[in-house]
């Protein structure tokens, strides 16, 4: 067992709390297909339709973040992973989807399946009742999920796999940066917010039920990817 990436205190605890649940979506058998390049084609095409849709709600997601910041660093984040999300991150998608003959106009009206939608609207849930660190708990097994999964494939992925170009988007420095500086700026929100001692106030197993829905929900978007290929 390799170690995992380094994004911080909050992150390492969220991660053990959620137990069992981890694994199953850091290691999916979508993840080992894409390692392996034995995911078959249409899975992936399905999930990149769908992750099209889920990028959007996302976007959405983090521009609440950006109106639940309190701080300039908060703010920076939230605002600059909006753009980042909107304006490149969806270019991979685009990009991959019209190689295979998949217009925007097409990724833009797909229609959402549940796991999708339940996915996202449970974010922007957590973000509408809470603060930025109950925000934050639902959006980071998806964004550093994906900088410790990126960082494995980037090390383990067998040569020649088809997928190559989507692990180094997650593996690349570029993103690996993100993820340190995403994990720094969670450990001061949640300090801000809740003191130093946060592991001890009564907020903690909330925060961390919120974490391992979260990560269940991604395991979720994995089998509907995998469902793609039916
Ligand atoms: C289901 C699903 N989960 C996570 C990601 C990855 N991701 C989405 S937003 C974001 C942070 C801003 O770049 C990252 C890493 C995805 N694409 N699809």
């Given at each position: 067992m390799t170690a995992h990436p380094d994004y911080g205190r909050a992150y390492q605890l969220w991660r053990q709390a959620s137990g069992k649940a981890w694994d199953l979506y850091a290691r999916h058998a979508f993840v080992e297909g894409l390692k392996d390049g034995t995911l078959p084609k249409e899975a992936f095409l399905h999930y990149l339709i769908q992750d099209y849709v889920f990028l959007i709600h996302f976007s959405r997601a983090w521009a609440l973040a950006v109106v639940k910041s309190e701080s300039l660093e908060e703010l920076k984040i939230a605002s600059g992973t909006v753009n980042a999300l909107v304006n490149f991150e969806m270019q991979l998608h685009v990009g991959i989807c019209a190689e295979h003959g998949i217009s925007e106009e097409q990724l833009f009206e797909a229609e959402e399946e549940f796991a999708n939608l339940a996915y996202t609207r449970y974010v922007l849930d957590a973000g509408q009742n809470g603060d930025l660190v109950d925000l934050l708990a639902a959006l980071m097994p998806c964004v550093l999920g994906y900088g410790e999964i990126g960082e494995r494939l980037g090390r383990e992925a067998t040569e020649g796999t088809p997928y190559q170009q989507w692990i180094d988007t997650y593996a690349g420095e570029e993103f690996q940066d993100v993820c340190r500086d995403v994990g720094s700026m969670l450990d001061r929100a949640v300090a801000a917010r809740i003191?130093?001692?946060?592991?001890?106030?009564?907020?903690w197993a909330k925060l961390c039920e919120r974490f391992t829905m979260a990560t269940k929900l991604e395991a979720g978007f994995w089998d509907m990817g995998m469902a793609g290929a039916d």
């Open positions: 003191g130093d001692d946060f592991e001890s106030s009564p907020r």
